[in-house]
């Protein structure tokens, strides 16, 4: 398992949202971006989307919560071989949770080699 500090690991996530497309980030409205170390049911997932997609949006009102976009830090280490490997699935975890906000199932973020 590769290993690496919280800290680290969060600027890595920061350098992975600053590589993406500013037309995926322009409506992210009330969204924030966390690293925890594992999700709380122990599952081998890399990242989750938490909140209300644009497709959902009519039900979402003003003093909501905001969404949230999980990167499961100690997960995508495990799944890593390497740095560069680390990196990339950052992006693509990224992606693919920035993709369910938009309302996009899992099925056709997989058709779009997203995740």
């Not at 919280?6 to 497309?21: C, K, P, Q, T």
């Not at 995926?24 to 009330?30: P, R, V, Y």
């Not at 740095?83 to 693509?92: K, M, P, S, T, Y």
């Amino acid at each position: 398992m590769l290993e690496m500090s919280h800290e680290e690991f969060e600027s890595m996530v920061a350098d992975g949202l600053d590589s993406l497309h500013d037309d995926m980030l322009d409506q992210l409205d009330n969204v924030i971006f966390l690293v925890e170390d594992r999700p709380q049911d122990g599952s081998g997932i890399l990242g989750v989307y938490e909140g209300y997609s644009l497709a959902e949006r009519n039900v979402y009102g003003y003093g909501e919560e905001p969404d949230r976009i999980i990167l499961f830090r100690e997960n995508l280490l495990e799944h890593c071989a390497d740095h560069d490997e680390l990196v990339h699935e950052i992006r693509v975890t990224l992606v693919h949770e920035i993709a369910h906000f938009y309302g996009i199932t899992e099925s056709r973020i997989h058709e779009l080699g997203w995740g």
